[in-house]
């Protein structure tokens, strides 16, 4: 299944995330502030397929208890953890069968006008 096709069947129809594609790149604009500073409010992430797997350490698209969400992932305690880089916010472990990798950030590209 394409990324623009399994992201629009993951996301809530109340608020349907804002993407689009250049040049065959997927991006999308995530929302809130569970990843600042890292991704601000205005920037879009690119998102690769990772065909639902965990591929090492890094930023992911995810969908966990319904909610399609940006968080940083990293193998811990056998265990994953799942992260914001906002330190308002904690961590929780879950293993990996517990919620659903939806693809893997490749690059954020910074809003430099708001």
């Given at each position: 299944?394409?990324?623009?096709?399994?992201?629009?069947?993951?996301?809530?129809?109340?608020?349907?995330?804002?993407?689009?594609e250049?040049?065959?790149?997927?991006?999308?604009?995530?929302?809130?502030?569970?990843?600042?500073?890292?991704?601000?409010?205005?920037?879009?992430?690119?998102?690769?397929?990772?065909k639902?797997?965990?591929?090492?350490?890094?930023?992911?698209?995810?969908?966990?208890?319904?909610?399609?969400?940006?968080r940083?992932?990293?193998?811990?305690?056998?265990?994953i953890?799942?992260?914001?880089?906002?330190?308002?916010?904690?961590c929780?472990?879950?293993?990996?069968?517990?919620?659903?990798?939806?693809?893997?950030?490749?690059?954020?590209?910074?809003?430099?006008?708001?």
């Open positions: 299944m394409n990324m623009p096709k399994l992201i629009l069947q993951r996301q809530s129809p109340r608020e349907p995330i804002p993407m689009f250049i040049d065959g790149d997927f991006y999308i604009k995530p929302r809130g502030d569970g990843m600042k500073p890292t991704i601000e409010r205005g920037d879009f992430i690119n998102i690769v397929d990772c639902g797997r965990y591929v090492g350490s890094g930023i992911y698209l995810v969908q966990i208890a319904g909610s399609v969400t940006v940083r992932l990293d193998r811990r305690r056998g265990d953890a799942i992260m914001c880089d906002n330190t308002i916010y904690g929780e472990y879950a293993p990996e069968n517990s919620f659903r990798i939806l693809g893997k950030v490749r690059r954020v590209l910074k809003n430099t006008w708001l």
